[in-house]
């Protein structure tokens, strides 16, 4: 249990899935919530060494077997001495586990039940499965994203799962919390990565009302179609990022460039924006990344070096702020954001093995009879949970609406 950061003393319930639930629960035991991830016994479902699974820092793990009455009723018991629980399940299995939200809230009025899928929990698609990439296609997001030229390129499982998913669960949480703080009374959380992603898309909606925005991919201002607000490659095909948007930024852009501002076609002058590209590309392919970073070190020209994830631990700002730390052997984000007085810092747990606190943590929370419970096999402590490597084995390739597996 972290007990620092501003949640510290938030008791939370996460049953285990993958994607935004488990990084919705992340983010809570970063900020200091005592989060306790349920999981199901057996092998860890994570492709690597569960303690790499980083959504799961900070928590402790117990493995229940939830298909079995003492199961779910040992959720229900949890839920019980909770503030929040997370699931990530398909519409409808939580409850047929007897662990939905009527279920966990009857004798708990005031537990926020936070519940996350790909399509929300009603609508046609509610049912069927689908990935990051369908939630974003069908949300006309990932119509935006890439070059003019070619297909629209997935953007990881970032704006899906982690932006428009998990961080909107998280803010829909912290509201039901803050209403059950006044009124006594909990919520039902619904969040739907469908409705986040359109939602992290608002501003282009205002902008595409004035015509100040197009469906072409490469031909607007902030996706690559302004040459003064993109992406160009150097002498050693490396990359710098180009963003000076206002007037007085480009003039220094173009001053340290090297090119003279006379000659050089204007910022907003997008009859002639080829033209610009031009001459940009032209005068950075003549150096290199680290050369430009140099050039443009310590000034509002607004260009930056690409680096790779490794390169950005060790880049002067990063480092100063210790946004990527060393812990618990593995290389990872610090929490965020930051607290002027109620710091969270690093969790101090690892991320466990299934099962790895059943008793202790059972224990904990006040569950009756955890002995019985684990002798008759529905509580299962870590012995056994070596981390599958085959990832087939796990469906690690399948199709699901996040939870899916749960509902086999």
């Not at 298909?67 to 519409?91: N, S």
């Not at 739907?192 to 469906?215: E, M, N, S």
């Not at 990527?324 to 969790?347: L, M």
């Amino acid at each position: 249990m972290n007990e620092r950061g501003p949640l510290a003393g938030l008791a939370v319930v996460e049953l285990a899935g993958i994607g935004p639930a488990p990084f919705a629960g992340m983010v809570l035991a970063d900020l200091g919530a005592e989060v306790l991830r349920v999981d199901r016994p057996g092998p860890s479902r994570y492709p690597g060494d569960p303690r790499h699974d980083l959504l799961n820092r900070g928590k402790r793990s117990v493995a229940l077997d939830l298909k079995r009455p003492e199961g779910a009723a040992t959720v229900r018991a949890l839920a019980g001495r909770a503030d929040v629980l997370l699931e990530g399940f398909r519409p409808g299995v939580a409850e047929r586990l007897g662990i939905g939200p009527a279920q966990c809230r009857a004798e708990n009025p005031a537990l926020v039940y936070g519940r996350v899928t790909g399509w929300g929990q009603d609508g046609p698609l509610a049912h069927t499965a689908g990935h990051d990439l369908t939630y974003l296609a069908t949300s006309g997001v990932l119509h935006g994203l890439g070059p003019p030229a070619g297909p629209p390129v997935p953007p990881a499982n970032l704006l899906g799962d982690y932006g428009g998913g998990g961080m909107l669960l998280v803010a829909g949480v912290l509201a039901a919390l803050w209403r059950a703080q006044r009124t006594g009374a909990g919520e039902v959380v619904d969040a739907a990565i469908v409705d986040g992603a359109v939602l992290l898309a608002t501003q282009l909606y205002g902008l595409r009302h004035d015509g100040l925005w197009h469906h072409h991919r490469g031909a607007n201002l902030l996706d690559g179609g302004a040459p003064f607000y993109s992406v160009y490659e150097t002498a050693d095909r490396q990359h710098v990022a180009v963003g000076p948007l206002e007037p007085e930024f480009f003039a220094e852009f173009v001053t340290r460039l090297g090119l003279d501002p006379g000659a050089v076609p204007g910022q907003y002058d997008v009859a002639r924006w080829p033209e610009l590209r031009d001459l940009i590309a032209q005068q950075l392919a003549g150096r290199s990344r680290d050369e430009w970073a140099e050039v443009f070190a310590d000034s509002d020209a607004c260009v930056a070096p690409v680096l790779t994830p490794d390169e950005a631990a060790s880049h002067p700002q990063l480092a100063a702020r210790g946004v990527i730390v060393d812990a618990h052997g593995v290389r990872q984000p610090a929490s965020a954001p930051r607290f002027a007085e109620a710091a969270a810092g690093v969790p101090a747990l690892p991320p466990p093995y299934p099962g790895e606190h059943t008793r202790q943590a059972l224990i904990d929370w006040g569950v009756d009879d955890v002995e019985t419970l684990i002798e008759t096999g529905v509580a299962v402590p870590a012995g056994g949970t070596r981390p599958v490597q085959d990832r087939r084995a796990i469906g690690w390739t399948h199709g699901r609406n996040f939870g899916a597996a749960a509902a086999r």
